[in-house]
């Protein structure tokens, strides 16, 4: 005989969305419980800096302007209006106040930031919007990866203040339907392995979809996690609420990854892969560059460049020479998420990896070598073809102008003093998006566009609001669009558990 529990609303996980979307929800004036498969909160948000909002009181005291209309403007036009707008406009006209929101809980923002910055103004780095509110860390560090556990835990705090009831290693596993088809509850698994059946007036799905599920990802998306692709598999992630809510009849929608690029388990390597990050030389298996070098920092943008390169790879390729520049007067493309002592500890680094670091299919992701030919040789690429196509791109570097990309004339450095260093570039991800249609309150529609009662989805499991492409230019944008996404959420299913227990009063 399982467990029986009642509630107004069940919230299924608890990381960034889950958290937002159980405290609205307690703020509202409803009973909550928070089902969660870890032993603790936030999810893929712990290891993150911060959302994106537009019109927030940390812009407005800094002098920026951006305004939820713009941003509502420029995001529907990235995506040709591919996208439902009345569910954009929810997130971006809500973003601004969810800020006041969290700094109300405790959170504090260390600044506002665009995505990267060039050492020198030019027109690939004009675009990004200044959207990214990076969290404060609580023990007053310079903010790096993590930085948002922060607030995480200032939520959780909140949440718990609020009257929530968090039940850890508790997956929710089904959906509980009546006659009608409205949901009713949900059935879970402790962590001693009882069955638990919680009744409800409104259900919550935030479980951030399939990021560590390989079959799923090559179901839906094609790709081949290990081979050619290095995605993040947040432990947890597997899509339990996707198929949860397929199962009672939510309707479909486009799945795609947040795109980006990577070398594998690139977080136990992070002076290597950051090393690389720069303006150099960029080639495919066949030594042509395919895209202008200065343009690397849209991460969203590289990563669908390899995904259709020869074998789903590219290389990253410096000299010497390239690497005293750094060293001396910093990265040309700086970076937010990487130590500022990147190039210092670089080579220490490298001389560590550079015989023990392979890829899933034991080839070698990082190579150093005195010629060129001898790179190419043991990294994978053709020799005569680099060879080839660095004379071609040595000589636009002495004339001063890519006639083949037209690249940033301060980045065209040419490839000519060895030791020369290079890594494979493969396509990477955050996790997965999309799959469960939603409307703008949250709800849940079937494939007709008909609402099922009771069922809302936040989160990554319903963020279709990137078309083909994550926005790279409004940073942030996930981590906001899952706070919004569960406050909102929230909101609704508290009226709604409200609206039936009137009617029960009422029968």
């Known amino acids: ?126 675009d990004g919007e200044y959207t990214w509110h990076v969290v404060q860390p609580e023990d007053g560090s ?9 607030m995480t835990k200032r939520m959780t705090e909140r949440a718990q203040a609020l009257g929530v009831e968090f039940m850890f290693e508790t997956p929710g596993k089904e959906l509980i339907t009546n006659d009608e088809g409205a949901v009713t509850g949900v059935k879970a698994v402790d962590k001693n392995g009882e069955e638990v059946e ?3 007036k409104a259900v919550i799905v935030a479980t951030g979809g399939f990021g560590a599920n390989a079959k799923m990802i090559k179901d839906y998306i094609g790709l081949d996690w290990g081979k050619n692709l290095y995605s993040f598999a947040v432990p947890g992630m597997d899509g339990d609420g996707f198929n949860m809510c397929h199962k009672v009849g939510a309707g479909h929608t486009p799945v795609t990854m947040e795109m980006m690029y990577q070398l594998p388990d690139n977080m136990n390597h992070f002076y290597v892969e950051g090393g690389f990050r720069q303006p150099c030389y960029w080639c495919d298996r066949n030594g042509e560059r395919f895209m202008p070098e200065d343009d690397i920092f849209n991460t969203t943008f590289v990563g669908n460049a390899i995904n259709h390169l020869p074998g789903k790879v590219g290389f990253s390729i410096f ?76 000589a636009m570097c002495a004339e001063g102008w890519d006639s083949l990309f037209e690249k940033e004339r301060e980045f065209m450095m040419p490839l000519e003093n060895g030791p020369f260093y290079a890594c494979r570039q493969y396509v990477g991800a955050y996790g997965t998006l999309g799959g469960v249609l939603i409307n703008q309150r949250m709800e849940v529609m079937t494939d007709e566009y008909k609402t099922i009662p009771g069922l809302y989805c936040v989160g990554t499991d319903a963020c279709t609001i990137y078309g083909d492409s994550y926005n790279y230019s409004i940073p942030g944008n996930t981590m906001g669009f899952c706070l919004n996404s569960g406050r909102i959420a929230g909101e609704n299913a508290a009226a709604l558990s409200m609206e039936s227990a009137s009617d029960d009063e009422w029968d």
């Open 319 to 394: 000299d010497s020479k390239m690497l005293k520049h750094w060293k001396k007067d910093g990265p040309d493309i700086v970076s937010h998420v990487h130590p500022k002592d990147l190039y210092q500890g670089f080579e220490e680094q490298f001389a560590r990896d550079e015989d023990t670091y392979l890829d899933g299919d034991g080839n070698h992701v990082i190579a150093k070598a005195d010629t060129l030919e001898e790179l190419a040789e043991k990294i994978g690429i053709d020799p005569e073809g680099l060879v080839k196509n660095v004379e071609e791109y040595n």
């Open 142 to 150: 310079e903010p790096g990866p993590r930085a948002a556990t922060t």
């Open 198 to 200: 919680i009744s409800s």
């Open 1 to 126: 005989m399982a467990k029986q529990l009642e509630t107004d609303v069940v919230v299924v996980a608890a990381g960034l969305s889950g958290l937002a979307a159980a405290i609205s929800a307690a703020e509202n004036g409803a009973s909550v419980i928070a089902l969660e498969k870890a032993s603790n909160t936030g999810g893929a948000a712990n290891m993150g800096m911060g959302p994106c909002a537009a019109g927030s009181p940390v812009q407005k005291a800094s002098m920026i302007e951006v305004t939820p209309g713009e941003l509502f403007r420029r995001h529907m036009f990235y995506t040709h209006y591919q996208v439902d707008p009345r569910l954009v406009r929810a997130y971006y006209f809500k973003s601004g106040d969810t800020i006041q929101w969290l700094m109300d809980m405790g959170v504090k923002f260390n600044s506002v930031r665009p995505a990267f910055r060039a050492r020198e103004r030019t027109r690939a780095y004009a």
